[in-house]
């Protein structure tokens, strides 16, 4: 266990999926059939041996609270160190503040507490498994002050973004807010390891002078000032921003070897979940599946393509399933035809409903609904 590093997931700036509900908070969407979005973060981190997690609440946290509880799935249930949750100020909550930095100086008591040399600053909007301890060699190796993750961009990426510039020893050189990056450019993944003093006076002062964003009102305003590193990841990794980037993200999963990729490549660094204990999925005689995940408890009559399907999920005789995602407690009826959907949890699906998307734009279904 590394006795170097705390870390700090910030949850408070992750927008919502509004598509499927605006009050479920984006750490704990579902994704790949048993996972939540935040446990590839938080694997990654418990991964690297880091013992000493906060979790930032947002003011609707209670699925958070529900999906981790004491943190025992991810080796967090502790007498010390361990996982805290830290809940949003009632102030804040009634005055909402922008940006990340007041919500970094009233925790700055956790960091000090922690009393360890690095602090690793992540959010948990993206699928990956990454190596931090990897970063932290990194880290050291440069002499750095702060490392901050990126990704070269293979194809444009049409989302708002921070670019990353690094010469040829790594170091950075600029940090620029741009609305697309294009192809071969470097995007930043959310991820900073910082050293904790350096951490600590940077947002002390930061908040004095009322600036709100560690990236641009910190990090950008002192790149020649600060030793200040970029770590190039080039394993998988996609930022869960939108219901297209969600869909897409699943449907990658899909694909042999992005799972090897995510779940295979290296047995040490395992992505944890809350354990449910579920009978095997029930494949009927006239059922018929083909390059899905169907995950513990479903029981299938229909037809299957291209999916993923979560626990306890019931497809009728006849139905046919295409190109969708089906949360965890679905019923689908007899002879019903779904095509690039995506349908929240405790949905009812009636016999022979039609639901047709496109992968550009699949199809969205809020929880409880009956359709």
């Known amino acids: 266990m590394s006795s170097d590093m705390i870390a700090l997931i910030n949850l408070r700036n992750d927008a919502t999926l509004s598509e499927l509900n605006e009050k479920r908070p984006l750490a704990t969407i579902p994704v790949g059939g048993k996972f939540r979005l935040i446990d590839f973060t938080l694997s990654n981190i418990v991964n690297a041996g880091i013992a000493n997690v906060g979790l930032l609440l947002s003011s609707q946290s209670r699925s958070v609270l529900d999906h981790i509880r004491s943190g025992k799935e991810w080796g967090l249930a502790r007498k010390g160190d361990g996982l805290f949750y830290l809940p949003e100020d009632v102030e804040d909550i009634l005055r909402p503040v922008e940006g990340d930095v007041p919500a970094y100086y009233k925790n700055l008591l956790f960091v000090k507490r922690g009393n360890k040399p690095y602090i690793l600053l992540t959010g948990c909007d993206t699928v990956q498994n990454i190596d931090y301890d990897e970063v932290l060699h990194f880290h050291r190796r440069h002499n750095a002050d702060v490392t901050i993750i990126y990704q070269t961009q293979t194809q444009d990426f049409n989302r708002s973004g921070y670019a990353i510039t690094v010469n040829e020893r790594d170091r950075i050189t600029n940090i620029e807010s741009r609305d697309s990056l294009k192809a071969g450019e470097n995007l930043y993944q959310r991820g900073i390891l910082i050293d904790s003093d350096i951490f600590q006076h940077s947002i002390r002062r930061a908040y004095a002078k009322g600036y709100s964003y560690l990236i641009t009102d910190i990090l950008k305003r002192n790149v020649s000032r600060l ?3 970029g770590y190039q990841y080039t394993g998988y990794a996609k930022r869960v921003d939108s219901i297209d980037s969600y869909f897409q993200i699943n449907m990658d999963l899909l694909n042999a070897e992005t799972w090897h990729d995510l779940f ?3 047995d040490q660094r395992h992505i944890y979940t809350k354990i449910k204990d579920e009978a095997p999925a029930k494949y009927m005689e006239e059922s018929h599946v083909s390059n899905s995940l169907v995950a513990n408890g479903c029981i299938i009559e229909g ?13 009728g005789k006849n139905a046919v399933i295409r190109n969708s995602i089906i949360m965890q407690h679905t019923c689908i009826g007899d002879d019903a035809e779904l095509d690039y959907v995506v349908c929240d949890k405790n949905t009812v699906i009636q016999p022979e409903a039609v639901l047709l998307g496109t992968k550009e734009k699949p199809l969205c279904i809020g929880k409880y609904s009956v359709i």
């Open 227 to 229: 030793r200040m590193f």
């Open 264 to 266: 295979l490549a290296d």
């Open 303 to 315: 037809r299957v393509e291209n999916s993923i399907l979560f626990r306890k999920v019931k497809v």
